[in-house]
């Protein structure tokens, strides 16, 4: 009896160590998948928001050219578009006039980062991201910010796309 118990108890034992290494195993496949997906996903979020800011800010056309109502109907449609990325579009011009995708809400509340990130994207002749904070028209959101340059190279505004973080 002992014997055979003993044998019973190597075999349950041995049996457990092994289930219990591949359990352990399956969960971390399952979680470095989960993160490559993850991963994936961000970059192609990021992507898109690039995408976007690189549609605004080769627009300086309308920066230069066009009246207020107009660049405010181009964010907007843009900011329609693309609703499921972002929340809100800004052009900043050099003279530090905002254009807002909803420009009667930024008229009303503001934004009071739009300041900072404008400095910051006015130095960088690519794009910049900012840290999360939050915004009256967007709420918790990320910046993605670049210069607009015109025909000379020269810095005639930023653009802004504030991403939907939920």
Known sequence: FAVTLSIFLFLAVTNYQQTAKLFKAQIIDDAQKLMNR?????DSYLDNGHNILLLLSSRTDLLQSAGEK?????LRSVAE???TILKTLYIIRDDGKVYSSSQVFYEVLGNPELPEIYEQARLNYTAMI????WSPQS???VAIARPMLNSYNERIGVAVVE???E
Do not use: K
């Open 70 to 74: 107009e660049i405010t109907d181009f």
């Open 81 to 83: 578009t693309n609703s």
């Open 38 to 42: 993850t991963n994936q996903f961000l």
């Open 130 to 133: 900012s840290e999360p904070y």
């Open 139 to 141: 709420g918790r959101t």
């Open 163 to 165: 991403l939907d973080l």
